[in-house]
Nanobody, 127 residues
Framework: QVRLMESGGGSVQAGGSRRLSCAAS????????MGWFRQAPGKEREGVAT????????YSADSVKGRFTISLDKAKNTVYLQMNDLKPEDTAMYYC????????????????????WGQGTQVTVSS
């Protein structure tokens, strides 16, 4: 079993920055992909950024490219999401995800690929 615990959510003004963290525990040796999804009120959940744990593959949604950066500290089994230039439309519950497998490059944000999910951390961006 793998457990994911997010932290770092909160309120921030537009243009500000925030860093989310997600620590994995349990059988972390089986994890080969970690990342982030988000769900805004009234909207479907969407992929934000994911990466393979060997660092060779990184994917980011078009809506966050140039503003959000995903990174991984393998020694700590922790994935980060550095969010800069935040916008009100970034307001959402952010979920950490992980899986044993690496998703295909043509559809890295299909929810069904990710077997492990955290409880989520709320990010609210005010204008």
């Amino acid at each position: 079993q793998v457990r994911l615990m997010e932290s770092g959510g909160g309120s921030v003004q537009a243009g500000g920055s925030r860093r989310l963290s997600c620590a994995a525990s349990g059988h972390t040796d089986v994890i080969h992909t970690m990342g982030w999804f988000r769900q805004a009120p009234g909207k479907e959940r969407e992929g934000v950024a994911t990466m393979s744990t060997d660092g060779r593959r990184t994917y980011s949604a078009d809506s966050v490219k140039g503003r959000f950066t995903i990174s991984l500290d393998k020694a700590k089994n922790t994935v980060y999401l550095q969010m800069n230039d935040l916008k009100p439309e970034d307001t959402a519950m952010y979920y950490c995800v992980a899986d044993r497998n690496i998703p295909p490059s043509d559809s890295p944000f299909w929810e069904g690929y990710y077997g492990y999910w955290g409880q989520g951390t709320q990010v609210t961006v005010s204008s």
